[in-house]
């Protein structure tokens, strides 16, 4: 099972930035998916998840939409309104069910940087 994550990019503060994370091995549609990051100097966290409905941070909530195609096992991140505090390593995960803790996602990606200036 692999996680290919995509969609690395340098930016402006309010500007957007899409990820992609394509899964392969197996199908996942039965699985959550979600999208977690990590700023430098900083723990791993949540941001976004989804199943069959989104969830999402509150520090992330009316500016990320999570979305996921599962004819193309592949899931996506529309990073919109971007701040500075938004620079980390994204990384996307599956696991069985929805939920902000990443201790219950079983595969992850390798990660993918976006940075945005201020």
């Known amino acids: 099972v692999q996680l290919q994550a995509s969609g690395e990019g340098l930016v402006q503060a309010g500007g957007s930035l899409r990820l992609s994370c394509v899964a392969s091995g197996r199908t996942f549609s039965n699985f959550a998916m979600g999208w977690f990051r990590q700023a430098p100097g900083k723990e791993r966290e949540f941001a976004a998840a989804i199943n069959w409905s989104a969830y999402y941070a509150d520090s992330v909530k009316g500016r990320f939409t999570i979305s996921r195609d599962n004819t193309k096992n592949t899931l996506y991140l529309q990073m919109n309104s971007l701040k500075p505090e938004d620079t980390a390593v994204y990384y996307c995960?599956?696991?069985?069910?929805?939920?902000?803790?990443?201790?219950?996602?079983?595969?992850w990606g390798q990660g993918t940087l976006v940075t945005v200036s201020s």
């Open positions: 995960a599956v696991g069985p069910a929805l939920s902000e803790s990443s201790r219950l996602y079983n595969y």
